[in-house]
């Protein structure tokens, strides 16, 4: 019998089955999909990366991943805009005339941030589970004392947020969603494509492509998981499917999830982010700038193009889709969302902005072996919920994934720690996080 079933092949199932594997267990992955990396997926079949899934690593300080980024010898660039942030960086921001903020307009924009950071960290420094973003938001704005047009340039901008961090609407995310959103460091992208991390853990493991889980059954003598090829057996299983598979009950459990489990899968948010890249003929925009932003109601829908061509070596703009905007364009035809992001650039850029010569449009929630993007603290529950998720069930089945994490959800980091903390549990021991990219003896 094997040791250690894990299923899904993502940075949280590579990360345990090689920590585990390692320590001399047998370790079997299965994966629906035909190709490992889950949410981090890198096309090149441009002949350059695209990241559909993951970019960023959001701050290199105290990470995992700069390690592992340096022992696989990964080339980097800076790229510190990942998390929605208001500046830190030169962003080309436009006012709600369209007209690009001057000096003056840049420091008040800046300074009315921070302002409205505070007051809302006051604001939300009593509030509860039940307590939304929006009104914590709207609580903070009425402080202010501001004119209508300043407050609502800030209104937006938090509205914004949300969709990023979160892929949901302001009135959907609890108040207290984003308290551990803390960026530690630069942030960096990858001209060579982030998947590469992924694809290197995968070396060595015995990973079944192309198996999908449909029950996992827990016994005296461990754990039975059934896919669509036959069943598997093992002492124990690591379940790191994303949390909108396991909301919508595409595995059966015997017995039932506890609740202490089945709470919280029901209680917190899967958000749905989607990315659209646009490849032009020629640059159109200012040298130097990370960013253009549209500030305010011209801003809705479309608002951040982030200027990506250090990834491509091509003229290439990413622009972002969050929350039910994100669902909605699931159900537009490509030619209609690039038609529709272009003519946003037009509002700014008028006739400079040429037609894009390419486009890669993800659509992650219609995605059935993801079914959004990445977790959130939706109205009602609380960052406990996601380390709830992963308390061990009978002592055989343990949940890992961004999900699980309550210290960093929807990140790579996050999901690769929740993988270390499962094969500690499986080990019932202190495992360190190094050797990840070292190479496995194949005779275990
Ligand atoms: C558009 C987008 C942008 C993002 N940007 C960033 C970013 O810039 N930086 C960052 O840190 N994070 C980012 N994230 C989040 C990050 O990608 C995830 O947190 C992380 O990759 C999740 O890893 P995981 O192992 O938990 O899950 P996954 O990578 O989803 O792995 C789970 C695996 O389970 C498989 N699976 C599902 N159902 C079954 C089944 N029934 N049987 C077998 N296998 C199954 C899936 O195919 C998948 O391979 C982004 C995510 C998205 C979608």
Redesign the pocket.
């Known amino acids: 019998m094997l040791d250690t079933i894990v299923?899904?092949?993502?940075?949280?199932?590579?990360t345990a089955a090689r920590l585990l594997h390692a320590a001399g267990q047998r370790v079997v992955v299965?994966?629906?999909?035909d190709r490992?990396?889950?949410?981090?997926w890198t096309d090149c079949t441009a002949g350059f990366s695209v990241d559909?899934?993951?970019?960023?690593?959001?701050g290199l300080t105290n990470n995992p991943l700069t390690d592992i980024v340096a022992e696989l010898g990964l080339e980097t660039v800076e790229f510190t805009v990942?998390s929605f942030q208001a500046g830190g960086r030169p962003i080309a921001d436009h006012d709600e005339s369209r007209q690009l903020f001057n000096e003056d307009a840049t420091e008040q924009w800046l300074a009315d941030v921070e302002t409205a950071d505070a007051l809302f960290q006051q604001a939300i420094s009593e509030s509860g589970d039940d307590e939304s973003y929006h009104v914590a938001t709207e609580r903070t704005l009425a402080e202010t004392g501001w004119d209508a047009e300043r407050a609502d340039r800030v209104r937006v901008f938090f509205r914004h947020r949300t969709e990023e961090q979160c892929g949901a609407d302001i009135e959907q995310v609890a108040a207290h969603a984003l308290d551990e959103d803390a960026i530690d460091g630069e942030e960096v992208i990858f001209p060579g494509g982030y998947d590469a991390i992924p694809r290197a853990f995968a070396e060595g493991l015995d990973i079944r492509l192309g198996?999908?889980?449909?029950a996992v059954t827990r016994s005296a003598t461990g754990v039975r998981v059934d896919?669509e090829d036959g069943p598997f057996e093992a002492a124990q299983v690591i379940v790191?499917?994303?949390l909108g598979?396991l909301k919508a009950g595409?595995?059966a459990f015997a017995p039932a999830l506890p609740d202490a489990v089945a709470g919280p899968i029901a209680r917190l948010g899967m958000g749905a982010?989607?990315?659209v890249f646009l490849r032009f003929p020629e640059r159109f925009w200012p040298d130097g700038v990370y960013a253009i932003r549209q500030h305010g109601r011209p801003g809705v829908p479309w608002h951040s193009w982030y200027d990506v061509s250090a990834v491509s070596g091509e003229p290439m703009l990413l622009t972002f889709a969050g929350g039910d905007f994100a669902r909605e364009i699931e159900d537009m035809t490509d030619e209609e969302i690039v038609a529709s992001v272009v003519g946003a650039l037009r509002g700014i850029h008028g006739d400079a902005v040429p037609d894009p010569v390419g486009h890669w449009i993800?659509r992650?929630a219609s995605d059935p072996?993801?079914l959004g993007?990445?977790s959130y603290v939706a109205v009602g529950s609380s960052h406990d919920d996601h380390d709830a998720m992963a308390e061990p069930v009978d002592g055989v089945l343990h949940f890992?994934?961004?999900?699980t994490y309550g210290h960093e959800p929807?990140?790579?980091?996050?999901?690769l720690l929740?993988?270390h903390r499962a094969a500690e549990r499986v080990l019932g021991a202190e495992l360190p996080l190094t050797g990840l990219t070292r190479a496995l003896d194949p005779s275990n």
């Open positions: 299923v899904g092949a993502g940075i949280a199932g590579l299965l994966e629906a999909r490992v990396g889950g949410r981090m559909r899934g993951a970019s960023w690593i959001h990942g198996t999908t889980v449909t896919t790191t499917v994303p598979v595409a595995i982010f989607n990315k993800t992650w072996l993801a993007s990445y890992a994934g961004e999900a929807a990140t790579v980091h996050g999901a929740s993988g």
